[in-house]
């Protein structure tokens, strides 16, 4: 009984947190649920993250954390789950990092229409990802269309496998401001 009271009494803290910043218009990427925290936005424009540590019992703990990442024109932003699922990132995703371009299955996800034209958040994120390989994203996603084999060959040539690809982008790397995509730049 008592666990039960624990738990509920967590829960009601953090849904009482949120619809309090919700209230007052703030999102701090500390206070936000971890379930939500990756590809948030917090009320200062930079970007939140998910990042894990071991505790003192060796096993892992999630906390949402602020970036030092800006984002240019838009802040105070969750994500909508309709844009998570439309260009396949993931909500559990820790830190930053542009792996997930060399992937074929991602970036045809990215790329389609229903992520391009209509998720700018994502879009903004890793067109500035792909920037810090030396890619830039509308170029990219045009060949995926048309020759998705060849999009990968010249990613992978462009030196992006030539870094660490484990290893997140630092945020000093990331060019922050990425141009407005439209419709008619896709």
Known sequence: ???????????LFFA?????????????????????????????????????????????????KTSEVIVANIAEYIETDECINSCGVD????????????????????CSPSCYRNCPNVVDLYFNLAAGEGVYLPDLCSKQRS???????ELLSSGAAATDA??????????????????ASF
Request: charged share 15%.
């Open 166 to 183: 484990s290893a997140p982008i630092a945020s000093e790397d990331i060019i922050v401001g990425a141009p407005d995509i439209s419709p």
């Open 1 to 11: 009984m008592a666990l039960s009271m624990k738990h509920s009494s967590i829960v």
């Open 147 to 153: 020759s998705p084999h060849r999009a990968m060959i």
């Open 91 to 110: 909500r559990n995703s820790v830190g930053i990092s542009s792996d997930s371009l060399l992937e074929p299955q991602f970036t045809a996800k990215l």
């Open 16 to 64: 009482s947190t949120l619809f309090l910043q919700v209230a007052l218009g703030e999102i701090t990427c500390e206070n936000l649920p971890i379930n939500i925290c990756s590809f948030s936005i917090s009320s200062s424009g930079k970007r939140c993250l998910l990042e894990n540590s071991a505790n003192e019992d060796g096993k892992l703990e999630y906390q949402c």
